[in-house]
């Protein structure tokens, strides 16, 4: 029976399987296969997107926290480009199933979780985002009630006016992620210019008002070896890499939509090391130059916001909006939403996952992860990377290593097929799990091995990459070359009639189980 149609690398199930898959409880529209012709994203609409998530508040206050530590402004500047370079790889392998296989990131995790172990990686996902998303919203919070506060004077003064900002603009980001993946695509596409202008305009005023680029980068490094720089460095690089890890996760989410895979690849590789580089050495720039303007340095751009008259801070409140409001709903709601929406996609929607997950954020308190650089960079970053960078080796290790870019998709949405494994769980991805976060664990409890925290994200990742592969070898699950064969025989094939007999069509090929 013709169960897959593959045409220009990009595969989806024929009509008549998918009809028969729309009654099955792991089957719903936000969760099914994406067709031929919703993969309408081209390489401009992914460029736009990590562009529109780097220019954020805390991408422009990263660099501070390491200065805090220690490093000079270029050492700051290296760590970040070389962990988004580091992260930039699983976020590349990762694209290439979503892009495939049209596949969003819980239905992926079925791949190497199975049918219900597959929650783990995409509630452990979407716990994450959580945080972020309540990071960002308390962000976007202090921007605007900056904005009442200095323009009507009797607003601070009213009880409770930081929360009725924060649950307003809460609000703002649910009701805009509710919109799905349409919504991500054209705000990204305004709010790309908008911050990404606003940026240049920062940083020019900063030179002209202080007569260069002020104290911060003549600063010298306040390492006096390198074994204390590197104490510092390798924590703050895995920080870096954790910043994006969640991203490397469900990039699937977004690469489904994908045109080609040369496309997002092309614009995901130029787009999210350089914009991320740039906007750091503007977050430097601008707050070396605050120091001689205003006597102290103000990596916090709301505070640095305040020393303004009332119409530049609401130019500036409109700009912190948009760009948290952008990462927001393109990195911290979908792939919760989706992770609660396939606890049970037959009753759960993605507008409700919006919802539980905005109230979910609440609780993660993000006022007090954002009290101080320490526990932004060292417990909430490091801490979260110890726990994905093991998930991300297991789903890069199945996809590449194990199935080697071949799956049965249909059965991603049968309860009883090969993707169920026993009982809906993948015992192996749950082994492979826990090895990878136990080991980089131990460095927290023996001194000597201290250097296994510090880079939990890339120990957890590569020890889970082996031990997963080792674990798998003659997996049931694992599609033989006697089941899979291709048959390049077909033409004049459209999406509307996935079943018509074709012929002689060297760009596509039906799969055959």
């Not at 985002?129 to 323009?151: C, K, R």
Request: glycine share 10%; aromatic share 14%; hydrophobic share 50%.
């Amino acid at each position: 029976m013709k169960t897959q149609i593959e045409q220009n690398g990009i595969v989806t199930l024929t009509s008549e399987v998918a009809n028969g898959l729309s009654n099955s409880e792991m089957w719903n529209d936000d969760l099914r296969p994406t067709t031929l012709k919703e993969h309408s994203w081209k390489g401009l609409n992914f460029a736009t997107l990590w562009i529109g998530m780097c220019l954020c508040i805390p991408a422009y206050t990263m660099a501070s926290g390491m200065i805090s530590l220690g490093m000079n402004w270029w050492q700051a500047i290296g760590t970040i480009f070389l962990g988004n370079v580091i992260v930039l790889i699983p976020i590349l392998l990762n694209s290439h199933a979503g892009t495939k296989f049209g596949i969003p990131y819980p239905v992926f995790a079925r791949l190497w979780f199975g049918s219900k172990g597959a929650h783990i990686p995409a509630l452990a996902r979407a716990i994450v985002a959580a945080g972020w998303f309540g990071i960002n919203t308390w962000i976007g919070t202090t921007a605007i009630d900056t904005l009442l506060s200095a323009s009507f004077p009797k607003w601070a003064n009213l009880t409770g006016h930081t929360a009725i900002i924060f649950v307003l603009f809460w609000a703002l980001n649910v009701v805009v992620a509710y919109r799905g993946h349409q919504a991500i695509k054209v705000l990204g596409l305004i709010a790309t210019p908008v911050v990404g202008i606003s940026s240049i305009i920062l940083l020019i005023w900063a030179f002209s008002h202080s007569g260069g680029w002020g104290p911060i980068l003549a600063t010298p490094s306040k390492f006096n070896t390198a074994g204390e720089f590197f104490k510092v460095f390798f924590p703050a690089l895995t920080g870096v890499i954790a910043f994006w890890a969640t991203l490397a996760l469900n990039i699937p989410d977004f690469c489904r939509y994908a045109k080609s895979q040369k496309s997002q690849m092309i614009a995901q590789s130029f787009s999210l090391p350089i914009t991320m580089s740039i906007f750091s050495f503007i977050g430097i720039a601008v707050t070396s130059a605050t120091v001689v303007i205003f006597g102290s340095a103000l990596w916090d751009p709301v505070q640095l916001l305040a020393k303004f008259p009332p119409f530049v801070i609401f130019l500036g409140t409109v700009v912190i909006v948009i760009a948290s409001l952008t990462i927001n709903v393109g990195a911290n709601i979908v792939a919760p939403a989706r992770a609660i929406e396939n606890l049970n996609p037959r009753r759960i929607t993605f507008g409700l996952g919006a919802l539980i997950t905005g109230l979910f954020a609440i609780l993660m308190q993000p006022w007090y992860i954002m009290g101080n650089f320490g526990n932004y960079i060292f417990g909430w970053l490091g801490t979260y990377g110890a726990l994905l960078g093991p998930i991300d080796g297991i789903a890069i290790a199945d996809y590449w290593l194990v199935r080697r870019r071949q799956m049965a998709l249909n059965e991603l949405y049968d309860v009883n097929g090969r993707y169920s494994y026993k009982s809906g769980f993948n015992k192996n991805g749950v082994y492979a799990l826990i090895i990878g976060v136990a080991i980089p664990v131990l460095g927290l409890v023996i001194p000597g091995l201290r250097f296994l925290w510090d880079n939990a994200w890339t120990f957890g990742l590569l020890i889970s990459i082996v031990s997963y592969t080792f674990l798998m070898k003659g997996d049931q699950s694992v599609l033989q070359p006697g089941e899979y064969e291709k048959i390049t025989s077909f033409e004049n094939f459209t999406p509307n009639s996935l079943t018509d007999s074709v012929t002689n069509n060297e760009n596509m090929n039906v799969d055959i189980y």
